[in-house]
């Protein structure tokens, strides 16, 4: 069965205080994965999209890396805005239900 | 350009009631999705339609949900009866067409249910 699992649950950082969030899947043949965004009281907000091993891709102070086991979100020098709930998933591999899997978040609060 | 436009935003009602939620997606997308999310979860997928048709509903409780897209554009999801633990967000999705491949999944802000 697809799976994927994020680690931490929670985060707190200073601000300043770079960190990463991880996100490890099981599943054949993937065809994507998917980093969002997600603040309290509203919907999941698109951040990037990582198709292969070795591909990164950055939007200010974060960066997704991507290997054929797992997925980093690199957070460099967070200010409190960037707190927020932080969501990775994938589409069904090959043969598997055919249903988007997502983890069940990283809470990242950063203090100023 | 507008988001996924969704409501109520929020709605509170005793069990064995029934409820609708509605949708409307970003213009041009022909792909629409519903989700459920609990606290604490990430969403879980009730339902996702290619223009009118439902393509993948293995996960909706067709007992007491129901779904329909007419003309390929908005979308409403019932439930009746509710029950307590239908208690969650509703959540309403949008993507270009998946028939090339996966495409991002643009979100609406959702539906918080709760049911008394």
């Known amino acids: 069965e697809d799976q994927v699992t994020q680690s931490p649950e929670a985060l707190r950082l200073q601000e300043g205080e770079s960190s990463s969030l991880n996100c490890s899947y099981t599943v054949s043949g993937l065809r994507g994965l998917f980093w969002y965004r997600q603040d309290p009281g509203k919907g999941p907000e698109f951040l990037f999209t990582?198709?292969?091993a070795g591909e990164e891709k950055e939007k200010e102070r974060l960066k997704a890396t991507l290997t054929k086991k797992e997925s980093f979100l690199h957070i460099t020098a967070p200010k409190p805005e960037d707190s927020a709930t932080y969501l990775c998933?994938?589409?069904?591999?090959?043969?598997?239900?055919?249903?988007?899997?997502f983890g069940k978040g990283t809470k990242l609060t950063v203090n100023p | 350009e507008a988001g996924v436009v969704q409501s109520p935003r929020y709605k509170i009602i005793e069990k064995k009631q029934p409820v609708a939620f509605w949708c409307n997606p970003i213009s041009g997308h022909n792909t629409l999705y519903w989700y459920l999310q609990n606290l604490g979860q990430g969403p879980e997928l009730l339902i996702r339609?290619?223009?009118?048709?439902?393509?993948?509903d293995s996960q909706l409780p067709k007992d007491r949900f129901s779904a329909e897209r007419l003309k390929g554009v908005d979308s409403t999801l019932k439930i009746q009866p509710a029950e307590l633990g239908d208690s969650a967000v509703y959540l309403c999705a949008s993507s270009l067409s998946e028939t090339s491949g996966y495409n991002e999944q643009f979100f609406g802000p959702g539906t918080r249910l709760t049911v008394l």
């Open positions: 339609y290619e223009n009118e048709e439902a393509v993948d």
């Open positions: 990582l198709y292969s």
């Open positions: 998933a994938v589409p069904p591999g090959e043969g598997g239900s055919e249903k988007l899997v």
